[in-house]
């Protein structure tokens, strides 16, 4: 089992950045891939971002490109998205997700979620 932790959620204006970050415990860090996705009101939650169990590799929805980075350190069994130029349209829900797996996974099919952290963008 692992349980996953998200926390750096919070209300920003336009333009502004916010850091997620995601902590892990229960198991090897290192053997997990992990992702963000986010899930705003009335929508499908989608997928934001994934980074690969060594951390070499990574993947992004086209809508954040450029803007958000995921990165991870597995000396504190944390993932973060470091999220910039923030949109209105960034507005979820966002949760981080596990999968043991040296692939990055950019579906749903991830094995562990946390409860998620409220991101609000004020226009």
């Known amino acids: 089992q692992v349980q996953l932790v998200e926390s750096g959620g919070g209300l920003v204006q336009t333009g502004g950045s916010l850091r997620l970050s995601c902590v892990a415990s229960g198991r090897t860090f290192s053997s997990y891939a992990m992702g963000w996705f986010r899930q705003a009101p009335g929508k499908e939650r989608e997928f934001v971002a994934g980074i690969s169990r060594s951390g070499g590799g990574t993947y992004y929805a086209d809508s954040v490109k450029g803007r958000f980075t995921i990165s991870r350190d597995s000396a504190k069994n944390t993932v973060y998205l470091q999220m910039n130029s923030l949109k209105p349209e960034d507005t979820a829900v966002y949760y981080c997700?596990?999968?043991?797996?040296?692939?990055?996974?950019?579906?749903?099919?991830?094995?562990?979620w946390g409860q998620g952290t409220q991101v609000t963008v004020s226009s």
């Open positions: 997700a596990a999968k043991e797996t040296k692939l990055i996974i950019r579906t749903q099919r991830y094995d562990y």
